[in-house]
């Protein structure tokens, strides 16, 4: 079936949006679960596919998951005695999956579970997560496509320096080292916020976690864990597409549940461009929102995505999209993934004037885009596609809306109840 959005370009964007939990970290806090045995919660999960898919990692590990996809509710019965194998068929389609490697190990002392693989934006490794386990105790092979890993004599805290502060393998080194004997120091940990409320909701299972939100984090392991209801943190990526939908169409937008200290780089950057943000906003719901307003043309910025709380890489093609019809020349430079820029072509069919060299990407603006069709190839990239499509003049067809939608719950409802002509057109 070929999915797109059909968006005709020239429309203010403004009203109010409200942002739902984060993807990665919703998932995340699936797999955490099975951790303890019983009955877990997780509130604000978004409404999302690929929640279905973790469901479906979890059930055939031998847990009972009911979702309620309106409510933004997963509830996850996690038995005394778990599977341990991660079947390809669904690996494949989450990367999120490999965050199932270290609760297993801690949980039942191996894992089976296929390589993910590289995907469109690059090539993805999974050998930081795997030295972070295998210093925790954990043997590993590989056969067939699939990791084996057991921990015949159980996990045993370490000491763990990781040359990247990789999210992955942060979450990975954390879910194995609560459950491990003694300490464990993880150096140069990731510290996006969704690593914060996996942290969270660790401690309030009963972990001890010291450092939360720190690159410097001190675990202390213990006996077992007991299962709690979570609130998923808001997605502050969501949270900054909208900021980005707001400036690209010279909008006003209301951003429920933001938390602007999680997007602080990002405001920033937008306030360079010429936005006006409100950190503190109330909305016509008399809800705290984040307020985004821009009149007239944005000013080129440079950007460098870098790890949390650096600018993250998952908004780049928002402000490749920004740049490309922002007044001057902006330089975007790509550190986390090789192939992210290839959505750059895509844009380019829109006109949008973009020389890529390396993991750098110089966008000289131009006047004006004009519609014309393009291709997502990620869930990031369909997004600053819609967004430039937001701006084109006549008709801009996204394919391969799918990416998108497991990313952003309703795009085109909240883009439409903001404004935008943006129709969906599957068949
Ligand atoms: N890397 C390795 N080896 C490893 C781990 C990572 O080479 O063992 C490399 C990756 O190939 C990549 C870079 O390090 O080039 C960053 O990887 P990291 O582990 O930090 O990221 P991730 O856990 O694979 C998560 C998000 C991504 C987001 C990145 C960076 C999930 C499911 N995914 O990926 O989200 O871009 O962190 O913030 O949490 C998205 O939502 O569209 C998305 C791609």
Not at 360 to 369: C, F, I, N, T, W
Request: charged share 20%; with cysteine.
């Amino acid at each position: 079936m070929v999915q797109a959005f059909k968006v005709r370009g020239g429309h203010r964007l403004q009203g109010v949006v409200t942002v739902s939990g984060a993807k990665n970290s919703a998932l995340k806090l699936m797999a955490v679960s099975l951790l303890a045995v019983g009955e877990t919660t997780i509130t604000h999960a978004p409404d999302i596919d690929d929640l279905d898919v973790m469901s479906e990692l979890l059930v055939r590990l031998g847990c009972s998951v009911a979702r309620d996809r309106n409510l933004g509710l997963v509830r996850i019965d996690v038995p005394q005695s778990l599977d341990h194998r991660a079947e390809y068929d669904l690996v494949r389609q989450i990367r999120a999956s490999t965050a199932l490697m270290g609760p297993l190990i801690a949980r039942t002392g191996a894992v089976d579970i296929a390589l993910p693989g590289g995907d469109a934006i690059g090539s993805r490794g999974v050998d930081m997560h795997m030295d972070a386990l295998e210093a925790l105790g954990a043997s590993f092979t590989t056969e067939h496509g699939y990791l084996h890993a057991t921990a015949a004599n159980g996990l045993q805290g370490a000491d763990i320096v990781f040359d990247f502060p990789s999210v992955g393998a942060t979450e990975n080194a954390v879910l194995a080292a609560v459950l491990a004997k003694g300490r464990t120091t993880i150096t140069n940990a990731a510290r996006e916020p969704e690593i914060a409320d996996i942290c969270e909701m660790l401690v309030a299972m009963g972990a001890h976690i010291d450092g939360i939100g720190t690159s410097s984090l001190t675990i202390d392991g213990v006996e077992q864990l007991s299962p709690v209801v979570h609130a998923t943190v808001p997605d502050r990526i969501v949270a900054g597409t909208w900021a980005a939908a707001a400036v690209i169409t010279a909008g006003d937008i209301f951003i429920e549940n933001a938390r602007s200290e999680h997007m602080a780089l990002v405001l920033n950057k937008l306030e360079a461009m010429g936005a006006v943000v409100d950190r503190d906003a109330v909305s016509p719901n008399s809800a705290p929102a984040v307020r985004v307003r821009m009149d007239g043309r944005p000013s080129a910025v440079d950007v460098v995505t870098l790890p949390y709380p650096g600018f993250p890489t998952d908004l780049q093609p928002m402000m490749i999209a920004l740049n490309a019809i922002a007044s001057g020349a902006g330089m975007v430079t790509e550190n986390l993934y090789e192939s992210r820029f290839r959505f750059v072509h895509e844009l380019a069919r829109l006109g949008a004037d973009v020389r890529t060299d390396g993991h750098h990407a110089l966008v000289r603006g131009v006047e004006s885009l004009s519609g014309a069709p393009v291709e997502a190839t990620d869930i990031r990239a369909g997004a600053g596609l819609v967004l430039a499509g937001l701006v084109a003049e006549g008709e801009t067809t996204v394919f391969g809306a799918h990416h998108v939608d497991r990313g952003y719950a309703d795009f085109a409802e909240n883009l439409r109840r903001l404004g935008a002509d943006v129709q969906r057109a599957d068949g």
